[in-house]
T-cell receptor, first 118, second 114 residues
């Protein structure tokens, strides 16, 4: 069974500063994918970044980067230069395998609420 | 708007009534997923379709729940004899089924069972 743990229920960050959101995972599968999604108050889940278990480099997407430490089973999200619009819930998620036949049944963590202060 | 759309956005019903939700995925996406999210939790997988075929169902999906995707386009999720424990946000997502599969989510249907 897979499990995603997000230990920070909520955090404040000053506008223009960086913030790190923690995510640890547990799986016995050798291949897996890790995602981060943002959920604003509107309810829609917005894809931010993806990291495959065999990727050699940490993923980056604009202001988002994923600090992937495979041995520690952690996949922390770093948001640089925080903006007021970054205030939202952030979810870490995992999928078994990186082969398309697996289907994308995501297992989500409990989320971290981020509030950006002006 | 070419994103995933869900209807209705909100539904209030009395316990014991049947409800049906609709999801229209992004048109070229062959995979469609239903998730349920309760307050303060992350979404939980319910079921998914590849075209019109329902390929997997979670144990969370009791026999009061049924999902369909006729013709591999839109999907409906029906809950019969609703219970207060069914109150949640029901999220639909679609994807292309590529190797680095990115799910595109709708804004969800918030169900409240009184």
């Amino acid at each position: 069974a897979q499990k995603i743990t997000q230990t920070q229920p909520g955090m404040f960050v000053q506008e223009k500063e960086a913030v790190t959101l923690d995510c640890t995972y547990d799986t016995s599968d050798p291949s897996y994918g890790l995602f981060w999604y943002k959920q604003p108050s509107s309810g829609e889940m917005i894809f931010l970044i993806y990291q495959g278990s065999y990727d050699q480099q940490n993923a980056t997407e604009g202001r988002y980067s994923l600090n992937f430490q495979k041995a520690r089973k952690s996949a922390n999200l770093v948001i640089s230069a925080s903006q007021l619009g970054d205030s939202a819930m952030y979810f870490c998620a995992m999928v078994r395998g990186v082969i398309k036949a697996a289907g994308n049944k995501l297992t989500f963590g409990g989320g971290t609420r981020v509030l950006v202060k002006p | 708007d070419t994103g995933v759309s869900q209807d209705p956005r909100h539904k209030i019903t009395k316990r014991g009534q049947n409800v049906t939700f609709r999801c229209d995925p992004i048109s070229e996406h062959n995979r469609l997923y239903w998730y349920r999210q309760t307050l303060g939790q992350g979404p939980e997988f319910l079921t998914y379709f590849q075209n019109e075929a329902q390929l997997e169902k979670s144990r969370l999906l009791s026999d009061r729940f049924s999902a369909e995707r006729p013709k591999g386009s839109f999907s409906t999720l029906e809950i019969q004899r609703t219970e207060q424990g069914d109150s949640a946000m029901y999220l639909c997502a679609s994807s292309l089924g590529s190797q680095r599969e990115k799910l595109f989510f709708g804004s969800g249907t918030q169900l409240s069972v009184l």
